[in-house]
T-cell receptor, first 112, second 114 residues
Framework: KNEVEQSPQNLTAQEGEFITINCSYS?????LHWLQQHPGGGIVSLFM???GKKKHGRLIATINIQEKHSSLHITASHPRDSAVYIC??????????????FGQGTILTVHP | DAGITQSPRHKVTETGTPVTLRCHQT?????MYWYRQDPGHGLRLIHY???????DKGEVSDGYSVSRSKTEDFLLTLESATSSQTSVYFC?????????????FGPGTRLTVL
């Protein structure tokens, strides 16, 4: 079973700051997903990574397969970025049926 | 976004009563998942389905059963609800079931078992 650890668990920032959230996993994966959960509860997918780096607007996600580590960066943070950010690992090999193992989430609060 | 609805959105019930939660999708996705989300545990997989009438257990399946009689509906049943099943339940769907596939989440159902 893959173990997925996120850090920090809570993060408070001032508007405009650069933010990094980290995710480590214990076994080989086929993909690493980053999700966002708004205070209202809805969960949306931000990124799927199997290697390298992806960018969408002010969000950047990177993955280092050898080190079993991924990071989510937010540049020029804004109060509307306040949410829970969740990483999830899809195990490699076999028939996984798309099952994911989730980290506990990072609660981000950005103050104006 | 995939059209995924969950019903009911909120439910309060008493210990020992049966409860059924419904997930409905309009995207014709083959794979469907039920998760529960609890403080300190994150999202955990209860059951999943890889086709009509094809289901299997996830990591926290005890006390839950599921059924999928048609592509668009995935039902989660708590046969005899317990207070430990108080949680927020999310349904998700995916097209291919590959690890690289995006999962689309429903809005969640908040269940309280008294």
């Amino acid at each position: 079973k893959n173990e997925v650890e996120q850090s920090p668990q809570n993060l408070t920032a001032q508007e405009g700051e650069f933010i990094t959230i980290n995710c480590s996993y214990s076994v080989g994966i086929s993909a690493l997903h980053w999700l966002q959960q708004h205070p209202g509860g809805g969960i949306v997918s931000l990124f799927m990574l199997s290697s390298g780096k992806k960018k969408h607007g002010r969000l950047i996600a990177t993955i280092n397969i050898q080190e079993k580590h991924s990071s989510l960066h937010i540049t020029a943070s804004h109060p509307r970025d306040s949410a829970v950010y969740i990483c999830a690992a899809a195990n490699a090999g076999g028939t996984s049926y798309g099952k994911l193992t989730f980290g506990q989430g990072t609660i981000l609060t950005v103050h104006p | 976004d995939a059209g995924i609805t969950q019903s009911p959105r909120h439910k309060v019930t008493e210990t020992g009563t049966p409860v059924t939660l419904r997930c409905h999708q309009t995207e014709n996705h083959r794979y469907m998942y039920w998760y529960r989300q609890d403080p300190g545990h994150g999202l955990r997989l209860i059951h999943y389905s890889y086709g009509v009438k094809d289901t299997d257990k996830g990591e926290v399946s005890d006390g839950y059963s599921v059924s999928r009689s048609k592509t668009e509906d995935f039902l989660l049943t708590l046969e005899s609800a317990t207070s430990s099943q108080t949680s927020v339940y999310f349904c998700a769907t995916a097209l291919s079931g590959e690890g690289t596939d995006t999962q689309y989440f429903g809005p969640g159902t908040r269940l309280t078992v008294l």
